[in-house]
């Protein structure tokens, strides 16, 4: 993208200044002008101020269903691929079951049923979410993912009110194009979604309903 014109007229910019810089020291006329470049570079190359931090999301965006959806990138550890998925008997059901990742047992949410979305089966281009701060709680299911790109919380939206299920507890607002932007913290503060594993065995602490 190139830069936006300036509307100033640099010429009379450096005239103005060069003859206060005369009235103001007795420098040469080229130490002047040698100074006025020297600002004129310094103006043109101030990088426009970055949104404030308390104001950008970078997050990763990715698909469910045909919707799609973005977490923060702080709260994802890292994207895997789908592996076998063992099913647990008994547990609710938007918790899919539970698959290895390196040798640690990873529970595994499907966000398309709390959202009340429809579900596909999976696919080559199905990843696994793995979200947590200090270590690995647990995975969500995505039908692909997208990118990882910055969102504004200025420029959230709120959500629509055909918008229903327990997973509205979850999400922060829309952009005007349409992404919707997950809240992880919410999702990893709530113990609905807690599974935890104690000798082998995956425990769920509490269902979600």
């Known amino acids: 993208m190139k830069p936006a014109r300036s509307n100033l007229d640099w010429q009379v910019l450096k005239?103005?200044?060069?003859?206060?810089?005369?009235?103001?020291?007795?420098?040469s006329p080229e130490s002047a002008r040698a100074l006025l470049d020297e600002r004129a570079r310094a103006l043109a190359s101030v990088p426009p101020a970055p949104p404030g931090a308390a104001e950008a999301l970078p997050v990763v965006t990715f698909a469910?269903?045909?919707?799609?959806?973005?977490?923060?990138?702080?709260?994802?550890?890292?994207?895997?691929?789908?592996?076998?998925?063992?099913?647990?008997?008994?547990?609710?059901?938007?918790?899919?079951?539970?698959t290895n990742v390196r040798g640690e047992i990873l529970a595994l949410v499907d966000l398309r049923k709390l959202f009340r979305l429809s579900v596909k089966g999976l696919t080559d281009l199905s990843r696994i979410l793995v979200l947590g701060v200090e270590r690995a709680e647990?995975?969500?299911?995505?039908?692909?993912?997208?990118?990882?790109?910055?969102?504004?919380?200025?420029?959230?939206?709120?959500?629509?009110?055909?918008?229903?299920?327990?997973?509205?507890?979850?999400?922060l607002?829309?952009?005007?194009?349409?992404?919707?932007?997950?809240?992880?913290?919410?999702?990893?503060?709530?113990?609905?979604?807690?599974?935890?594993?104690?000798?082998?065995?995956v425990s769920r602490k509490l269902e979600v309903p």
């Open 15 to 27: 005239e103005g200044l060069a003859r206060a810089a005369q009235e103001a020291s007795p420098t």
């Open 173 to 201: 607002g829309v952009t005007a194009d349409a992404v919707i932007a997950i809240d992880g913290e919410a999702l990893l503060a709530d113990p609905r979604l807690f599974v935890g594993s104690t000798a082998g065995q």
């Open 64 to 98: 469910l269903g045909d919707e799609r959806y973005a977490v923060e990138s702080r709260f994802l550890r890292e994207i895997v691929r789908v592996a076998d998925i063992t099913p647990v008997p008994g547990a609710p059901d938007s918790f899919t079951g539970v």
């Open 138 to 171: 647990f995975g969500l299911l995505a039908d692909s993912v997208h990118e990882v790109t910055t969102l504004r919380k200025a420029d959230l939206l709120a959500l629509p009110g055909t918008l229903s299920g327990i997973g509205l507890d979850y999400l």
